[in-house]
Structure formats: structure tokens, C-alpha cells
């Protein structure tokens, strides 16, 4: 999420301590994995902090944060796609690295240089769309919008931005008739593309199209979940996990700790969604199961992305190696006050340690 609720947004922050940080459980080896009997419970999930890995530009002062982030490994390179926050509104921009340790050196390209333009955009996410041997970039600029490159590493070959609907759909207007959908999500199966969205009052939204059709085509929106505002807020995400004819998807919500993802399975993209096992409220990242490497510099886990084991449509996860989710996080200094756009939003990496309900799943 990029411009709603500010007062939201920061009051989650207000009580905020380090105290609830969870101790890293024991690493288990596929030997111990395979001798819990498929009955026994998955434990919480666990994570590991890096510190912040991309921040603005040494010497960008009208840049104040960085958010949403996307991210395909491709042609043995991370690709990074993500909001910019400053004093001239929310953009896009890009980067691009070999190795994580590479990341904070790595140069940030913004993307109104590129015919995507300046004007309002926000919340990317990037994918190759393998029917058309083209990448696309979905991302926000009020309605859903996308841009297409044969080339992902030029960030200057993006198309110009278009709509995925003609007109706002009215089942996702407000009472007071303005579009309420944000932080779009697109992933397809052997027959169909779905369009994924929340409206940040409790619901969230699917779509769906052909694969022959898209990225035109798509449906009027139906509500897949709903949920107390608080619960079902934002920044979701989804995913196949390989080897397993099931889907993930995450869900951002909110509690006094910070921001924090809730986690689903389903066997198909149409739902029934139900919740993963192993904690309270479906935890999968947040404040209390998450320790960092070097200091504490963000309390709880916002809108984020898996890092893929692949780069196409399907979105595909390996639940066979340790997960990790590329986030933001917000390294305030402690009394100062900021405005929303303002706010000091960073992108690190958290890895998952342990077993846990996705690892559970591995068959190899």
C-alpha cells in the first residue's frame, strides 16, 4: 500500500518494542524432516532479518522511502522492481544485482525515464508471460496497469502504461463511487490468468481471463475472502508451490506489533482458501516470529515478495529450500515525526529457519 490511511500507519508503530523478537529454532536436516509423520503439526514459522538492502540514493534528498518491492532471478542476476516515495509522489523505479551483498551498491534506474512516464504508479510486479515471450509489469497508476519488454535487464524498454478494465468495475467502488482496489497481483495456471487485489477494508478481490485472451479479457471482480479490515488489509501475494498441486497466498494485516503477513493454501486458484497451520491469526511473517542479523531497524514484515524458484507466470516457489520474502520495512528514528509520504521505508530479506508448514510440504 502506497497512499491510504496514513494515521493507520503510523499508530501501528506507536507501542512499539523489541522484546518480541522470537529465538531462531534449530535447523532440521531432510533426514529429521521425513520422520514427522505427516499428522504432526508444522511448528511456527520462523525468520532471519538481513539488514536493509536497498534504501534511496546517497545524495536523492526529495526521496524519502522505498516500498512494494518485486523481484525475479533471471540470467543469474536478482531484478528488483519497487515504489518510490518522495516529494513529487510515488513512481517506480529498478535494480539490478548479482549477489545480495551486492544489493546496497547496486544502482537504482527511476522509470518515469522510461515511456512508463512520470504521474502516480505504485505497487509492481513483474513476471514472463512465456505464451508471448514478453515480460510485463503490473502496477498501480490508480487502476491496474501494465508495461511489456522483451528484455527485462533494459529498464528503459518498458511500453507505455495500459489498463487492464475500460472502466472501474462497480462492485469495487466505495459508497462514495471511487475505486477502491490497490496492490495488484496477477498469476496463472494451465488454463487461466487471475487478477488478485484487496480493497484495504477487509476484501479480497479475483479476477480471471483466458491465457489466449490476456491481458485483456478479464471478468468482473468477486470477493475470494473477507475478513475484519484489520485482518485482511492488504499487499497480497500468491504462489504455486511446486510438486505440491497447491497455492499460497499471503495477505498483509495489522496489530499493535507492526505489520504482518497472514498465509492460506489452496488447491486451486479459485479458492477455497484456507488458513495455514501452525499459529494464531495464520501467522507467517511479522514482529514476533522474526530476529534480525545486526541490529533491530524494522518492527514487523510489510508488503513484500517471495524470491521465485522461477521467472514465468505461474509464480512458482520451491517448498524444498528455505523461503525467502523480500520486504519493506520501516527504520524510523525513534520520536521523530514523519508525514505518510514521509515515512522511512527500506527493503531487506528475511529467510525462513526451521521446519514450517511450507517446508512440510516438500517431496523430495
Known amino acids: 500500500m502506497t497512499r491510504r490511511w496514513p494515521a493507520l500507519w503510523l499508530a501501528c508503530f506507536t507501542a512499539l518494542g523489541s522484546s518480541a523478537h522470537a529465538a531462531e529454532p534449530a535447523a532440521e536436516s531432510a533426514a529429521e524432516r521425513a520422520a514427522h509423520p505427516a499428522t504432526t503439526p508444522p511448528p511456527p514459522f520462523a525468520w532471519e532479518s538481513s539488514e536493509p538492502l536497498i534504501r534511496p540514493p546517497a545524495g536523492a534528498d526529495q526521496l524519502f522511502g522505498v516500498k512494494d518491492p518485486s523481484i525475479v532471478f533471471h540470467d543469474n542476476r536478482y531484478h528488483v522492481f519497487f515504489t518510490t516515495a518522495g516529494a513529487g509522489g510515488w513512481g517506480l523505479a529498478y535494480t539490478s544485482f548479482a549477489d545480495w551483498k551486492d544489493a546496497p551498491q547496486a544502482p537504482i534506474f527511476m522509470l518515469d525515464k522510461s515511456p512508463i512516464g512520470p504521474g502516480y504508479r505504485a505497487a509492481p510486479q513483474v513476471f514472463y508471460f512465456a505464451p508471448q515471450k514478453l515480460w510485463y509489469l503490473i502496477y498501480q497508476g490508480g487502476d491496474p496497469m501494465y508495461s511489456t519488454t522483451t528484455n527485462v535487464a533494459d529498464p528503459r524498454s518498458w511500453t507505455a502504461p495500459k489498463p487492464f478494465y475500460a472502466a472501474v468495475p462497480d462492485n469495487v467502488k466505495d459508497d462514495k463511487g471511487q475505486a477502491g482496489w490497490l496492490d495488484f497481483w496477477i498469476i496463472c495456471d494451465e488454463r487461466k490468468c487471475h487478477l488478485f487485489f484487496t480493497n484495504d477494508n477487509g476484501s479480497f478481490f479475483r479476477a480471471e481471463t483466458s491465457i489466449e485472451q490476456f491481458p485483456r479479457g478479464f471478468s468482473t471482480p468477486v470477493v475470494a475472502m473477507k475478513e475484519r479490515r484489520e485482518d485482511l488489509f492488504e499487499a497480497s501475494n ?111 530479506l528475511i529467510t525462513a529457519t526451521g521446519r514450517n508448514a511450507i517446508s512440510d510440504l516438500c517431496k523430495r
Open 238 to 348: 500468491t504462489y504455486r508451490i511446486e510438486g505440491t498441486g497447491q497455492y499460497l497466498t499471503l495477505v498483509e494485516a495489522m496489530r499493535a506489533d507492526g505489520r504482518y503477513f497472514r498465509a492460506w493454501l489452496a488447491d486451486r486458484l479459485e479458492g477455497e482458501w484456507r488458513p495455514l497451520p501452525g499459529s494464531d491469526m495464520n501467522l507467517f511473517a511479522g514482529a514476533s516470529n522474526l530476529k534480525f542479523k545486526g541490529r533491530v531497524w524494522s518492527e514487523g514484515v510489510s508488503h513484500g515478495e517471495m524470491v521465485r524458484a522461477g521467472i514465468d507466470q505461474t509464480l512458482t516457489i520451491d517448498p524444498c529450500k528455505p523461503l525467502q520474502f523480500l520486504y519493506q520495512g520501516l527504520d524510523m528514528v525513534p520520536g521523530k515525526k514523519y508525514e505518510y509520504i514521509e515515512l522511512p521505508y527500506r527493503l531487506g
